[in-house]
């Protein structure tokens, strides 16, 4: 079955490193871009980044550039999200998707998405 | 604040049509026929309903549809039905420097 399998729910205190995953299944994870996505409560999406597993060419949108690292590691077929110093903030659900790319870099759409996983920062 | 503006929520009886708007400007919805549309179930993975302004995928009811008019592009469900009660979401993309952007999510209820 082709999906996206994300990691667990954390809870946090602020100032706290974290580092969430989203696993893909059923396809060659290493051939398709993989994004994250942020669900803060009660609000909309927000595109944060995208990265390409087979050469992990990483590209973030301006608002979350420096605020958190996207990597992977496509021989456990694996995309990470992570942070080095929670702030309660950045309490939302994060979405991992899969991005449909047309003409080289434009995002079409997201034909596949992880269940998201839930993180509360908190003290 | 979203990028692109949807009604928070609509509603309508089994068997009706709705239509859910998202207003973008000439950067993002005006500007490209990149946009989609995601339904989701809390608690479940969200699902492309409408891409590229009007295509379905696969396996997705002929009772959603898609359009665009200048920067506002619309979702239409015809024929109701209780499990298309969800948050729907508009997507477009908005250039190689913002990315995409995503409506705030539109409610509807199955009356």
């Known amino acids: 079955e082709v999906q996206l399998v994300q990691s667990g729910a954390e809870v946090k205190k602020p100032g706290e490193s974290l580092k969430i995953s989203c696993k893909g299944s059923g396809y060659s994870f290493s051939s398709y871009w993989i994004a994250w996505v942020r669900q803060m409560p009660g609000k909309g999406l927000e595109w944060m980044g995208i990265i390409y597993p087979g050469d992990s060419d990483t590209r973030y949108s301006p608002s979350f550039q420096g605020q958190v690292t996207i990597s992977a590691d496509k021989s456990i077929r694996t995309a990470y999200l992570q942070w080095n110093s929670l702030k309660a903030s950045d309490s939302a659900i994060y979405y991992c998707a899969r991005p449909h790319i047309v003409a080289v870099t434009a995002i079409d759409y997201f034909d596949l998405w992880g269940r998201g996983t839930p993180v509360t920062v908190s003290s | 604040q979203s990028a692109l503006t949807q009604p928070r929520s609509v509603s309508g009886s089994p068997g009706q049509s709705v239509t859910i708007s998202c207003t973008g400007t000439s950067s993002d919805v005006g500007g490209y026929s990149y946009v989609s549309w995601y339904q989701h179930h809390p608690g479940k993975a969200p699902k492309v309903m409408i891409y590229?302004?009007?295509k379905r995928p696969s396996g997705v009811p002929e009772r959603f549809s898609g359009s665009k008019s200048g920067n506002t592009a619309s979702l239409t469900i015809s024929g109701l039905q209780a499990e298309d009660e969800a948050d729907y979401y508009c997507?477009?993309?908005?250039?190689?420097?913002?990315?995409?952007?995503f409506g705030g999510g539109t409610k509807l209820s199955v009356l």
């Open positions: 997507c477009s993309y908005a250039g190689s420097y913002t990315g995409v952007v």
């Open positions: 590229d302004v009007s």
